[in-house]
């Protein structure tokens, strides 16, 4: 995540699938920016539907009057807007800059954890997604993903996990199963939900204890998100 994309369309989406996931249910959430340093140019730019209400309010009416007011009407593009409203109510946010190197990181994961002990759901938001072959764990730029032996890790100790992934320039359906069977092998999930449009994907490692509630949850974002495809894979 960078504070540049703050507002953005993905991220009205993003909110709007937390709120969901959490509101109705008693849980609670952390969330891991994963922020990276703002790089200039023109990312982050994709705001144009905070200018037409008509046509993406009723998504999510709390969510959207929320990011017109910051990003239209006060100029606003930093997540700190979101940590010091009320917005995601049972929410706690980790928004250290992330390291490159291993020391540093394992570090920052550690530090994560700890604010994140007692919270059902955990949401990482790495620029990019979950890691790639390219990019090695303690290596350049792998601030920009989040690691798998990072999502074990935290499956571990009990949190149901809520992972931003972008869509690389690979056919959507054979990328989407590879990451679901990816994420289940290294975590030992058996309930992989995946929420996504044309851009972007969000994959759920659901907790056997958290499932009953992210089922509810499916419902109602598909109700409210047409258009956004959500699925459900019990893995074995």
Not at 202 to 211: G, I, S, V
Request: hydrophobic content about 35%; glycine content about 6%; aromatic content about 14%.
């Amino acid at each position: 995540m960078k504070n540049q994309y703050f507002g953005d369309r993905r991220d009205y989406l993003k909110y709007s699938l937390i709120r969901m996931l959490i509101s109705d249910y008693g849980l609670s959430a952390a969330v891991c920016w994963l922020l990276t340093k703002s790089c200039g140019g023109s990312d982050g730019q994709k705001i144009e539907y905070l200018s037409d209400p008509q046509s993406w309010r009723e998504y999510d009416p709390l969510i959207y009057d929320f990011l017109r007011s910051q990003v239209v009407e006060k100029c606003v593009r930093d997540v700190k807007a979101l940590e010091e409203g009320s917005l995601l109510r049972n929410c706690k946010y980790f928004s250290d800059i992330v390291p490159d190197d291993k020391i540093s990181r394992g570090k920052y994961l550690d530090d994560f954890l700890n604010l994140a002990k007692d919270s059902q759901l955990v949401f990482f938001d790495p620029d990019m997604g979950m890691e790639v072959e390219s990019v090695k764990f303690g290596t350049k730029d792998s601030s920009k993903y989040i690691y798998l032996k990072e999502l074990e890790e935290s499956f571990s100790l009990g949190h149901s996990l809520l992972i931003y992934q972008h869509f690389p320039r690979e056919k959507r359906p054979p990328f989407i199963k590879k990451q679901i069977r990816r994420l289940s092998n290294q975590t030992g999930a058996e309930s992989v939900f995946v929420f996504h449009d044309n851009e972007v994907a969000f994959f759920l490692a659901a907790q056997p204890d958290h499932r009953i509630y992210f089922d509810q949850a499916c419902s109602k974002i598909k109700s409210a998100w047409r258009g956004l495809h959500v699925s459900t894979t019990t893995c074995d």
